[in-house]
Antibody, heavy 125, light 107 residues
Framework: QVQLQQWGAGLLKPSETLSLTCAVYVDSLSGYYWTWIRQSPGRGLEWIGEIYHSGSTNYSPSLKSRVSISVDTSMNQFSLKLNSVTAADTATYYC???????????????????WGQGTTVTVSS | DIRMTQSPSSLSASVGDRVTITCRASQSISTYLNWYRQKPGKAPKLLIYAASSLQSGVPSGFSGSGSGTEFTLTISSLQPEDFATYYCQQSYTSPYTFGQGTKVEIK
């Protein structure tokens, strides 16, 4: 059974860089979109971005200037970096697997079917 | 961005009740709609994908319907573990936005 285990610093000062890593157990990275999502009382659930096993990325426009997602296929891990954090970036961050669950012509229906346990990140001076 | 709006924001119900939650998209998303359940302190769990397909391992009491801009999640008979918050999410186009959530509470 696939598991995602995530870790990273939970307390940051404004202007620092948020850095989180998610390890994928009992599965290959191939064929999936590896995703970061965050949740805060003010913003609810917010999709941050994703990376395909090949390394191609897709980011939310609202965060694109500050975010970077990378993948290390040799370690079966993927990572999130968010630069220049402010208090507005305080949230619980989740990694998740975006899986193609059904075909729709030449496209697929994707959903996040496996999630990490979440990491609470607080930005405070 | 596509805006997803759920209604109601919260509801009170009893074990055994039938519950329906609605999700509306600001533009047509065909059937690219997923539903998740989240319990306090836990990550969301996928229930329904492609608007009406039941995720493996999810009880058959959950069902989804709809297409275009209007969707529903129905729980046919509420169980104690179903008291939680439910979210819809569109997977039609990036950024893949979520609804604001519907909290199902015990009456």
């Amino acid at each position: 059974q696939v598991q995602l285990q995530q870790w990273g610093a939970g307390l940051l000062k404004p202007s620092e860089t948020l850095s989180l890593t998610c390890a994928v157990y009992v599965d290959s990275l191939s064929g999936y979109y590896w995703t970061w999502i965050r949740q805060s009382p003010g913003r609810g659930l917010e999709w941050i971005g994703e990376i395909y096993h090949s390394g191609s990325t897709n980011y939310s426009p609202s965060l694109k200037s500050r975010v970077s997602i990378s993948v290390d296929t040799s370690m079966n891990q993927f990572s999130l970096k968010l630069n220049s954090v402010t208090a507005a970036d305080t949230a619980t961050y989740y990694c998740a697997r975006g899986a193609p669950l059904a075909a729709a012509g030449v496209y697929y229906y994707y959903a996040m079917d496996v999630w990490g346990q979440g990491t609470t990140v607080t930005v405070s001076s | 961005d596509i805006r997803m709006t759920q209604s109601p924001s919260s509801l009170s119900a009893s074990v055994g009740d039938r519950v329906t939650i609605t999700c509306r998209a600001s533009q047509s998303i065909s059937t690219y709609l997923n539903w998740y359940r989240q319990k306090p302190g836990k990550a969301p769990k996928l229930l329904i994908y492609a608007a009406s397909s039941l995720q493996s391992g999810v009880p058959s009491g959950f069902s989804g319907s709809g297409s275009g801009t209007e969707f529903t999640l129905t729980i046919s008979s509420l169980q104690p573990e179903d008291f939680a918050t439910y979210y819809c999410q569109q997977s039609y186009t990036s950024p893949y936005t979520f609804g604001q959530g519907t909290k199902v509470e015990i009456k």
